[in-house]
């Protein structure tokens, strides 16, 4: 069965880290591009980070460039989303989805939930002091 699990998440004040951890079940990640998303209610789910299968090529949401950083570790099955100087807009369910491809794709279509095919359950992150 096809699984990916987020943890890392949980409570920090502002300007503090925390680090995701996306990690797969069932399948290798070699050949897949994974990407970040977050959610809180009412609003859609954004786009965060992304990265593709090889990890030579990363894109972010405006909002944390500069902050965050995606990474991966094919060896582990893991995929890692870094997040330094949280802001308490940074506060969402955060989860890693999972999509079987290699080639390059544009911007948009990487920070784009509707390409993906596999999701985690997602992972609280709540910014507060």
């Known amino acids: 069965q096809l699984q990916l699990v987020e943890s890392g998440g949980g409570l920090v004040q502002p300007g503090g880290s925390l680090r995701l951890s996306c990690a797969a079940s069932g399948f290798t990640l070699d050949y897949y591009r994974i990407g970040w998303f977050r959610q809180v209610p009412g609003k859609e789910r954004e786009g965060v980070s992304c990265i593709n299968s090889s990890g030579g090529s990363t894109n972010y949401v405006d909002s944390v460039k500069g902050r965050f950083t995606i990474s991966r570790d094919n060896a582990k099955n893991t995929v890692y989303l870094q997040m330094n100087n949280l802001k308490p807009e940074d506060t969402a369910i955060y989860y890693c989805?999972?999509?079987?491809?290699?080639?390059?794709?544009?911007?948009?279509?990487?920070?784009?939930?509707?390409?993906?095919?596999?999701w985690g359950q997602g992972t609280q992150v709540t910014v507060s002091s």
């Open positions: 989805a999972a999509v079987r491809r290699r080639m390059e794709v544009a911007r948009h279509v990487c920070l784009s939930a509707v390409g993906y095919n596999y």
